[in-house]
């Protein structure tokens, strides 16, 4: 099993912070015009993927000779994103982190968080993305996890959780100021924004469904090491 496969894609540039999170063992895997983005924040991508529409043709070049390029036609049903999601999990990670820049495509936005509520990702332990300087976790039930959203020096941190693939049900959350005991939260409703936590960990478990769970301010990144 790879310990981590980072997903970089998205049109703009690296937050730092999410770069600084990035293990140095970690394989990295670039969406198309992500790889520029990846080798402007000086990460190495391993691998290639996409129609190779957004990347530039200096990116194209410098994969040839120091990349897997995996290419596919233009005209398909699944996005880049979704394709590199789908070479991620075939690598049998135990972590799965997409990162990006961010963009002003909210179509693209949605549809790119999105794909890590595959199906594919389901057996992976833990799914993460940075959107910018936004940081998120993907749980995909049944599942019970401790998340560690700071440090005992730092209480208050904002918990959002988003029932963003459709409805889930027996959702429970501890450690927060208001807890949920096997609530059922629809799509994209607004009953789970704004929680704060109490603690330096939240304990969610889902019996259905993929939540996305928010977490303001992103936790040091040496949490993730």
């Known amino acids: 099993m790879n310990d981590t496969v980072v997903i970089v894609t998205g049109a703009a540039p690296l ?19 992500g790889l520029d983005h990846a080798r402007a924040a000086g990460l190495t991508p391993a691998g ?3 129609d190779l529409d957004s990347v530039s043709a200096e990116g194209v070049a ?22 590199a999601v789908a070479f991620a999990a075939g690598m049998n990670p135990a972590r799965v982190v997409m990162v990006a820049g961010g963009g002003d495509r909210l179509d693209h936005t949605l549809a ?8 594919v990702l389901t057996s992976v332990p833990l ?16 599942a019970r996890v401790s998340i560690r959203v700071g440090t005992s020096s730092e209480p208050g941190t904002r918990i959002s ?23 059922e939260l629809g799509p994209l409703v607004g009953h789970g924004l704004s929680n704060v936590a109490i603690g330096p960990d939240v304990e969610l478990a889902v019996s259905t469904g993929i939540l996305t769970v928010f977490i303001d301010p992103p936790p040091d990144s040496e949490s993730w090491r």
């Not at 937050?15 to 015009?33: E, N, T, Y």
């Not at 897997?68 to 049903?77: A, E, M, N």
Request: charged share 15%; net charge negative.
């Open 112 to 119: 790119a968080i999105g794909a890590l509520g595959a199906t």
């Open 161 to 183: 959780l988003l029932a963003m693939h459709g409805p889930c049900t027996g959702v429970t959350l501890s450690g927060t100021r208001w807890q949920l005991d096997r609530a």
């Open 15 to 33: 937050d730092a912070r999410a770069v600084a999170a990035i293990p140095s063992h970690a394989i990295v895997i670039a969406a198309d015009g």
């Open 62 to 83: 410098w994969a040839q000779q120091h990349a897997t390029i995996q290419r596919h036609p233009i005209d398909k049903d699944a996005t880049d994103t979704e394709l």
């Open 127 to 142: 799914v993460e993305c940075w959107w910018g300087g936004q940081y998120l976790q993907v749980v995909h039930g049944p």
């Open 48 to 50: 290639l993927i996409g």
